[in-house]
């Protein structure tokens, strides 16, 4: 991986997208988006976690935040993406509605043997891509692509109409997500 794609200043924001191994479509179910949800909350109140900006795809991730305690934002995004992929995991186990269920978790369990730090099911791929936001322009244009992704794949005309993502609360209203930071 290329040195720019890295944590090197754990004070600062960092823009980072992660997705489903085979860009698999988990996040059609509101359930699994409600997982990220919860974690996300956790991470604010727990870890210290502070979200900018965050928006789920149906198979990826897009998220602005910044650490503000002790722990590095890579081990901080690690320890969200471990407990979100085993409660993914677990929850497609368990839903009975899943007519994807054993497509899943085939892929989950094959991906999961090709890698040397995955036990069983690997969820995520490994790649975030962390891009360090150190201007308020930059975390603007960050912001708005991560917002706009919605519109540009015709989910919705208008960002803020995308119910799972910070645009709402950046359009002057209550999204999903409390204690999101809007920047101006």
Known sequence: MSRNYKFHNPNAPYFV????????????RKEYKDILLDSFSFCQKEKQMEIYAWCIMSNHVHLVF???GDEP???LLGSLKR???N????AVKENEKESRKEHLLTIFRRNGVKSSNVK?????RHDNRPIELWSKK???QKINYIHNNPVGQGFVFRPEDYVYSSAVDYSGEKGLLEGVVVVN
């Open 17 to 28: 997208s992660f997705a489903v191994v085979e860009w698999l479509d988990v996040f059609i």
């Open 66 to 68: 910044r650490s503000l």
């Open 73 to 75: 934002p890579e081990k």
């Open 83 to 85: 407990f979100t992929s």
């Open 87 to 90: 409660a993914i995991v677990k």
């Open 120 to 124: 069983n099911y690997q969820f995520w």
């Open 138 to 140: 930059v975390i603007s």
